[in-house]
């Protein structure tokens, strides 16, 4: 199994940035695809964006492509989401989660392990 806890969230302004973090625990990171997915208060959990166990392979909603870039660093056991041009529509608790499937996946119900969530409010 691997435990998996978020950071970075907090309180930005409309345009700014974020980096957030997903630090891994426990089985090798590398051996797990993962993904940041996100929920805002009323609605359902979003996919956000998934990276393959590599890093090679990446995917991204439409609504954040090329703004958010996942990246991970399999060395430190750790994931990564850099937010730019952030959006008040970007405000909710994001999550990330791993799924030992070698290709990254976007259903959130696919993914077995997942992180506390950190906040992410954008204002406007």
């Known amino acids: 199994q691997v435990q998996l806890v978020e950071s970075g969230g907090g309180l930005v302004q409309a345009g700014g940035s974020l980096r957030l973090s997903c630090a891994a625990s426990g089985r090798t990171f590398s051996s797990y695809a993962s993904g940041w997915f996100r929920q805002a208060p009323g609605k359902e959990r979003e996919f956000v964006a998934a990276?393959?166990?590599?890093?090679?392979?990446?995917y991204y909603v439409g609504s954040v492509k090329g703004r958010f870039t996942i990246s991970r660093d399999n060395a430190k056991n750790t994931m990564y989401l850099q937010m730019n041009s952030l959006k008040p529509e970007d405000t909710a608790v994001y999550y990330c989660?791993?799924?030992?499937?070698?290709?990254?996946?976007?259903?959130?119900?696919?993914?077995?392990?997942w992180g506390q969530g950190t906040q992410v409010t954008v204002s406007s």
């Open positions: 990276i393959s166990r590599s890093g090679g392979i990446t």
């Open positions: 989660a791993a799924d030992p499937m070698g290709t990254p996946r976007v259903q959130a119900s696919l993914y077995p392990y």
